[in-house]
């Protein structure tokens, strides 16, 4: 599939409506930040994040009224932008999370979370600027996003059902346990892949389905290698700045029960690989291709992918989670690029399942 013209772009629109539209994330995020500044927490990765959210803030307004131009006006705004992602995921990581009561609410709300996720609306917003997209491309593009991330937590949601549902045929530990969840997966996201399909129009033709030829063993082996290369970097990047990850569900079950890799690493290979390519791969992110570019449905369907994994790191505290959930973005990221130079299923599916099978043999080699 050749890349799409994406809706809603095209000349002679005013391009001060998208920086317009910046503005309001980019100022969420400042107010978010600066707020626990305020309240004297003097941690200065959060103060540097609260000065790169003016300064994102002030670049949307310069596009806005004109004083800068797309390139270095997109490219500050995202700039700026990406800095309080990073120094404000970091702060939670480390136990920052500048959390406030909500008025009317038991309970509380972190604002460093706040500020992480909308500076994170705000690079969006940028990207689309820098790329000329317009205000009706922009609103079409959030609401294929939103419409495909319900379709990936629907496919979360489809599994916990199935496994509710079969839970009285199955025991909830040990092996018994892990049949029972790989046969969730497979039911849930098949069927919510297949309802998919079937409301947007898409007859089986839409599966990219071939045999593996030479090309797809090559991108097969390569791509596993660069899969786990990846992994790798983005480790000790990590370690090195001292942010700590959470263990996997899964992980922890193999630690305790080494015997489960006789269900594991078939589960992996026949199903988990298969049934989350086949979901999050073949049909979000080429469901993407028809609004975004393609580096761009890369990009937001890994999003997608990292977020509904929440639930398998939920034993550890939130900045934890929010660690491997961007270690999960960024290995999404290389499946969704093996995907898209391959156009067959198969090869990222054979990647993601070996690489979850190596890993959980890894641990009790």
Do not use: C
Not at 12 to 31: C, R
């Amino acid at each position: 599939m050749n890349e799409t013209a994406r809706s809603g772009d095209g000349s002679g629109t005013d391009d001060s409506l998208v920086p317009s539209l910046g503005v309001v994330p980019a100022v969420v995020a400042m107010v978010a930040v600066l707020a626990p500044v305020r309240d004297g927490i003097g941690d200065p990765f959060v103060q540097v994040a609260g000065a790169l959210a003016v300064v994102s803030v002030v670049a949307f307004l310069a596009r806005r009224h004109g004083a800068l131009g797309v390139v270095p006006g997109a490219a500050l705004a995202a700039g700026s932008s990406l800095g309080v992602v990073l120094l404000t995921g970091y702060a939670l990581n480390q136990g920052i999370t500048g959390s406030t009561a909500v008025p009317g609410l038991d309970g509380t709300v972190s604002l460093l979370f706040l500020a992480f996720a909308s500076a994170g609306g705000s690079i969006g917003v940028a990207a689309a600027d820098y790329r000329g997209v317009s205000a009706r491309g922009l609103i079409e593009r959030t609401y294929r996003f939103s419409t495909m991330t319900v379709v990936g937590f629907a496919g979360l949601i489809a599994m916990a059902l199935v496994s509710v549902f079969l839970a009285p045929l199955f025991g909830a530990d040990g092996m018994q346990g892990q049949l029972l969840q790989y046969l969730s997966t497979a039911l849930g996201l098949g069927s919510v892949a297949a309802l998919t399909m079937a409301l947007r129009g898409y007859d089986l033709s839409f599966l990219d389905l071939e045999v593996p030829n030479l090309r797809a063993v090559g991108w097969t082996v390569g791509g596993l290698i660069l899969l786990f290369g990846a992994l790798i970097a983005i480790s000790v990047a990590m370690t090195v700045v001292g942010v700590d990850t959470a263990d996997h569900g899964t992980t922890q079950q193999v630690e305790q029960n080494p015997e489960l890799l006789m269900v594991i690493v078939p589960g992996m290979l026949l199903v988990v690989g298969p049934f989350e390519e086949l979901l999050y791969r073949n049909v979000i992110q080429k469901s993407l291709y028809e609004t975004f570019s393609r580096y761009g449905a890369i990009a937001v369907s890994s999003v997608i992918f990292a977020g509904v994994h929440v639930v398998a790191y939920a034993t550890a505290g939130p900045g934890q989670i929010l660690a491997s959930l961007v270690v999960l973005f960024g290995l999404s990221l290389v499946l969704g690029f093996i995907y898209e130079r391959t156009e067959n299923l198969v090869v990222p599916a054979l990647v993601h399942g070996a690489y979850n099978a190596i890993q959980m043999i890894i641990l009790v080699a």
